[in-house]
């Protein structure tokens, strides 16, 4: 039997496995952390990604957990003023899927516990790749607990700073963007009688963004702010932020703003240097494939990062199930995916600058380019051509 092997146990690299586990195929997920996790933060689906999760099986599940905004709002940092807004009262009808907002660790533990149902040793923990020696019919790849494996095929889903990236494919990891992002979640409840705006808010103004959406049916509320500094100098790629250096930054903005970092009360939130890397010319090389954020890491500002993993965990499963021979099914994989996300990486490198500088355009009065406007929400990896 085909031995398939995942190294990184995020959304990427989940939905993968999970796909070839559906349709009847052993995998085995390596996994560097000890426990299984995620970070405490708020993840947006948008269309695409449901349509994703819908094909392995989890569009319902998501749906139980999810808020679904109705009404998108890009604001201004002061008035509040809607500047854009998208209404997603028809998304469902016009996109063939809602767009959806839910925590991240909800997410994952999703995954996690669909895919043990299929293969209940599916995910081995513990397991940090030191280096993968690849050949045109297979690799062995090499743990830091001392162990080797030998593969037909690896999936390298391990994340920004990819070991399978840059061992087989001599790529190292993204560029510093010279952007901060500070996440935090805050129970609603700590908000007390502040009458917070409906929907999913995004207020842009001088060289400062603060995104702010409910998550777990609004019992708690998941903001992002996005800051300009000019280097990164921390090791990993989080580390804690002090509530009042969140502030001093967004001291001019919207008195809801403030009210929800001071709901922040003493616990923490985290700080994280917002990296990208151009899409690289080759996804797959003998038997190895690279998936999401080892792929293509791209900046935020259409929320298409997990949601492009999600694809290609989806079409790569799906083109290693129906292809002839694995080496058919890593080339349809690439071949489907690598045009679609070039472009998108495109717009969410550029979408950063025109967010920043909002506030002053007024972008009601120009066209809007949003995920939707452009394209990137109607596609579906569940069916969309391979080969
Ligand atoms: P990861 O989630 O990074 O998973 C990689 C996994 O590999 C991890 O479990 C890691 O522990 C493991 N790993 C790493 N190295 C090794 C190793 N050597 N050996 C074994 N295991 C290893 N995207 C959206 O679609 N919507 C959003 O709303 C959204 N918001 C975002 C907001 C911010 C501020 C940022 C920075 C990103 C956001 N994204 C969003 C992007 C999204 O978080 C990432 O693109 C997505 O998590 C990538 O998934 P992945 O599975 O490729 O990688």
């Not at 560029?175 to 700590?190: C, H, I, K, M, Q």
Request: some cysteine; overall charge negative; aromatic content about 8%.
């Amino acid at each position: 039997m085909t031995q398939t092997v995942i190294v990184g146990a995020g959304i990427g690299g989940l939905c993968a496995a999970l796909g070839l586990a559906r349709a009847g195929r052993r995998v085995t997920v390596f996994e560097q952390a000890p426990e299984l996790g995620e970070v405490g933060a708020g993840i947006s689906l948008a269309p695409n990604a449901m349509k994703g999760l819908r094909h392995i099986g989890l569009e319902s599940n998501v749906e139980t957990l999810a808020d679904e905004p109705l009404e998108q709002y890009t604001r201004h940092y002061q008035t509040a003023e809607p500047l854009v807004t998208i209404d997603r009262h028809n998304t469902r009808d016009q996109l063939g899927a809602g767009y959806l907002q839910m925590h991240r660790a909800d997410l994952h533990d999703l995954l996690v516990a669909a895919l043990r149902e299929v293969q209940a040793d599916a995910i081995k923990l513990g397991y940090r790749l030191s280096g993968v020696d690849s050949a045109d019919d297979g690799a062995t790849l090499h743990f830091d607990n001392g162990e080797q494996h030998t593969a037909d095929v690896v999936i390298g889903a391990d994340g920004l700073r990819s070991i399978v990236r840059e061992t087989v494919f001599a790529a190292r990891g993204g560029d510093y963007a010279g952007v901060v992002a500070w996440r935090g979640l805050v129970p609603t409840e700590a908000l007390g009688d502040v009458a917070l705006l409906d929907g999913s808010n995004v207020f842009v103004g001088p060289q400062r963004i603060f995104v702010r959406y409910p998550v777990r049916r609004g019992a708690i509320q998941n903001f992002v702010a996005f800051t300009r500094e000019p280097d990164w100098a921390a090791e990993g790629w989080t580390q804690k932020g002090s509530r009042s250096a969140l502030r001093s930054h967004f001291e001019d903005f919207h008195p809801e703003v403030l009210a929800t970092i001071d709901a922040l009360g003493d616990a923490a939130c985290f700080r994280w240097g917002l990296f990208e890397r151009k899409p690289l010319d080759r996804w797959v090389k003998g038997s190895v494939a690279l998936l999401g954020d080892a792929a293509h890491p791209m900046l935020p500002w259409f929320g298409q990062g997990a949601a492009t993993a999600i694809e290609d965990g989806v079409v790569l499963a799906r083109s290693l199930v129906e292809a002839p021979t694995i080496h058919d099914g890593l080339l349809w994989y690439e071949r489907a995916r690598r045009e679609r996300v070039t472009e998108i990486h495109r717009e969410s490198s550029l979408g950063g600058e025109r967010l920043l500088n909002a506030y002053k355009t007024l972008l009601k009065a120009e066209p809007v380019r949003t995920e939707d406007t452009l394209g990137m929400t109607l596609y579906d990896p569940g069916t969309v051509a391979l080969a």
